[in-house]
């Protein structure tokens, strides 16, 4: 379940960044400071979004998965951001698609084996557009892990 890997002190609300370089570092510095991953981990994610983009339009509503090499990270977890205004990734699979993206889950995966069961289980969650709008409302950390506690609850 996502809400087993994920923290209050690792969701941010209101993101102020307006470009997607800027979100991933403030994203990947909270997953360090949780004690989740290396130093190395937030440039990591930098460089990954732009050789393999993780933009992902959900039915017109935008998200992002970006995630690294499993030699930076220590645990499993995941940090969310909802920023203040959306803001461009490139999407999946693409060079010249772009998705404006209104949640941005950075995901700290260290077991190989584990990254698409990781992936779907968060793709779950993020499924329906009801709960894709509750997130990017959101006001509070404790709203968004709410919100997916709900989700999760609701779908066991």
Do not use: N, W
């Amino acid at each position: 379940m996502i809400i087993e890997r994920l923290d209050p002190s690792r969701i941010r609300v209101g993101m102020a960044g307006t470009s997607r370089d800027d979100l991933l570092r403030e994203l990947g510095t909270a997953l360090v400071e949780g004690g989740l991953c290396k130093e190395s981990y937030p440039e990591a994610l930098v460089g990954r979004e732009a050789q393999s983009p993780t933009g992902i339009d959900m039915d017109g509503f935008g998200i992002a998965i970006p995630h690294t090499d499993v030699s930076h990270v220590l645990s499993p977890g995941i940090a969310v951001g909802i920023p203040a205004s959306p803001v461009r990734f490139t999407a999946m699979g693409t060079d010249d698609e772009f998705v404006d993206a209104r949640i941005v889950c950075a995901l700290a995966i260290d077991d190989p084996g584990a990254h698409l069961d990781f992936i779907e289980a968060l793709l779950a969650v993020l499924r329906d557009r009801a709960t894709l709008e509750s997130l990017a409302a959101a006001g509070t950390a404790g709203e968004v892990m709410d919100i997916i506690r709900a989700k999760e609850e609701a779908a066991s």
